[in-house]
């Protein structure tokens, strides 16, 4: 049972909830409720925010993956002096 539950939302879900915050925005700003600028201010942080954050995950990807091409190298150097003692 504890398989079947999903951990994380799947892109659907996310693009679900996207276009319900987007209507909500969007009514809320043609109400007058809130102005251009609060809205242009939320686009900026929640960008700068998902730029970060990408980013982030990028370089660590990135250093994971040098990691382990080093251990591999390390490991097949070993094999070859073995080999050629």
């Known amino acids: ?17 996207a276009i319900c ?8 700003a043609l109400g007058g409720v809130i102005t251009q600028r609060e809205v242009s201010g939320g686009i ?8 970060g954050a990408f980013s982030a995950f990028k370089l660590n990807d990135n250093k994971e993956q040098i990691k382990s091409e080093n251990e591999k190298n390390k ?10 003692r």
Not at 3 to 16: A, E, H, I, N, R
């Open 1 to 17: 049972m504890l398989s079947s539950l999903q951990k994380f939302p799947t892109c659907s879900q996310y693009v679900t909830i």
């Open 21 to 28: 915050v987007i209507i909500i925005i969007s009514a809320l």
């Open 44 to 51: 900026l942080a929640l960008a700068g925010t998902f730029i």
């Open 75 to 84: 490991s097949l150097n070993r094999a070859f002096f073995i080999l050629s």
